[in-house]
Structures are given as C-alpha cells and as structure tokens.
C-alpha cells in the first residue's frame, strides 16, 4: 500500500537539549515521506539553530517560522490554522520526545483505508520516559470507544501521537479561525472530529518514547503526588475551567458539528449550571463517560461538587 505524504508540525520553544533525539527520530521515519513545520515560540537557546541545521541535512523539507509567543495551545492552533493547499496527512509532533521507526507509517496505513472525504483523527498511546534509561507504561487508558461524549469529559488523543487525514485537516484548518483561545489543542481536535462525525483511530499500540522533565506543558501526571496535585487542581477550579473553554471554543465551531452533538454540547453547557440534583440528571441524561472506572468516578465526583 502505498502512503501519502505526511506534513509535521511541531512547536518549538526552548527545546535545545530535546531536539536532536526527536529530530533524529523523525529523520529514521519509514514508509511516507515527511516534510516538517517548526513554529517557534520565542526560544532564547539554540532551538532555531539545531532545526536550521536539520533543514540543511534534508533540503526542501523543513521549514522554520514564528510562533505567536502566547503558548503551546496557540502556537499549534496556529500551525494548524496557516495549513496551506493540500498538505495531505498532518502529524504533530511535540519537540522533547522520540518517535519510534514506523509511527508515521502505522498512521498512514490505518487513514488509509478511512472512505474518501471522511474526517478521521489517528492516535495512539506511548511510554512515559525519563530521557534517559528508565520507560515506564503510560497512563493512556481506553476501554470504551472514543466519541464526542466521551470527549466532553476528557482527552484520550495525544498530541504527539495524533495523525489527521486530509479531511480532517481542511475540517480543522477551518475551525481554528473560529475556536478563538482553547486550553490544549489535541483536545480541542478530539472534540471537533468526533463532535463531526468522523472517525476516531486509536490505535492500542506505543509509538513514541513520552519525555517527561521539569518544564513539560502538560506532562503524563503519573504518581500519586501528580494524582493529588490534579485533584487540588480539580478543587481550585481549575477542571472546570477548561471544560468552560472546550465549550466556548466548540459552540463558536457549532457549524461543523452534526445535529445530535450540537444539541448534546448544548445540554452539556446548560447542565453544568444547574442546582445539584437536575445537574445529575440532565448530565446523566448526556451520559459523558470517561474511559477508565476511576477516572469516571473522578468525573462524576467533580459533577457533585459543581466543578465541571
């Protein structure tokens, strides 16, 4: 089977001593052929320099731009959003990890066989790793199938596994001018994909080495200290202002959402501003879920107490 090219995005911002195990990684890539967009988000380190370098060793397939300097979300929206023609596949990519060898080609195998003109979001899961020797399994649980419910309550699509067909990338090319400010880009591409119509690929295999340091946007939140620092956060607010602006991004996006889950983000937004009992009832009516049995107890817990 022969695959489509694949464009990479990457946002970069101080990730000098990062970046040559990812850019190496990509360069080892098999199957499509790969061209790579860096938007840098004001690096004051070498960053620029080393993706210069890279752009030498393959002519004619790495770009550098910058990035709007209003952090890692906006950086990647951007990217998304100033997508030029028909760049085919997209993949993102983060600038600290390392790809194993037949990630791009085990995306573009599995998007290949979507119907033609189908949006359809690949992901994947990965091992947490500490840059050096120690990999421990990721936190990337899935045992119910993805879909825009599921996806209201949480995010089971890595951004740095995430591949978009061609669909997909015109469906989200047109979406980030309207999505406005949105707390992580890879969620807000679960939701709008699925809340589509389109398909959801998460694939169960490990295609990345996931590097985990001091100063990681996100990070795996592995460990019980990561779990209690994530609950306070949860009680400070913090869950559900996100949920906020999910839902503030998704409703000026409403366009390009199917009719049964425009009227469910609709139920969705107006629940969460009900009194206690009609709150539970007309979420459960909605019935969002998230993957793991904890994880949905977590939710339904953050519902009871009005952060969500």
């Known amino acids: 089977m022969t695959c489509d090219p694949v464009h990479i995005l990457m946002g970069i911002h101080n990730g000098a ?3 040559p195990a990812q850019l190496g990684s990509i360069a080892c890539q098999r199957g499509p ?3 790579l967009t860096c938007s840098d988000d004001g690096s004051t380190d070498d960053s620029r320099a080393q993706i210069t370098r890279f752009g030498h060793d393959w002519p004619g397939r790495v770009a550098l731009q910058d990035g709007p300097a209003r952090g890692f979300s906006r950086n990647y929206m951007g990217l998304i959003a ?3 023609g028909s760049p085919g596949l997209v993949a993102l990519a983060d600038q ?6 037949d990630k791009l080609q085990r995306a573009a195998t599995r998007l290949a066989r979507v119907p033609p003109g189908r949006p359809a979001l690949y992901c994947a899961r990965r091992w947490v790793w500490d840059g050096a020797a120690r990999v421990r399994r990721g936190t990337d649980s899935r045992v119910s199938a993805p879909s825009f419910r599921n996806a209201l309550a949480e995010n089971i699509a890595p951004g740095n596994t995430i591949v978009l067909n061609a669909a ?3 469906l989200a090319r047109a979406a980030a001018l309207l999505a406005g400010p949105v707390f992580a880009h890879d969620w807000w591409l679960y939701l ?11 694939d169960p295999a490990r ?3 996931y590097r985990q340091h001091a100063t990681n946007a996100i990070g795996a939140g592995a460990g019980v200290r990561a779990q209690i620092t994530r609950k306070h956060a949860v009680l400070r607010g913090a869950f559900r202002a996100r949920v906020a ?14 009719p049964e889950n425009r009227a469910c983000l609709d139920q969705f937004a107006a629940a969460r501003g009900k009194r206690l009992p009609t709150r539970l009832w007309a979420l459960g009516q909605i019935a969002p879920y998230r993957q793991s049995g904890l994880g949905s107890v977590g939710f339904w817990g953050a519902v009871t107490l009005g952060k969500v």
Do not use: K, P
Request: glycine share 10%; with cysteine.
């Open 82 to 84: 100033g997508l030029h």
């Open 17 to 19: 001593a990062y970046l």
């Open 168 to 170: 997909a990338v015109e």
């Open 207 to 209: 295609v990345l080495l």
């Open 96 to 101: 600290d990890d390392a790809w194993f060898s």
């Open 245 to 258: 602006g999910n839902i503030a991004a998704m409703q000026r996006c409403a366009m390009f959402l199917t």
């Open 192 to 202: 709008l994909i699925s809340g589509a119509g389109g398909l959801i690929l998460a």
């Open 33 to 35: 052929r790969w061209t």
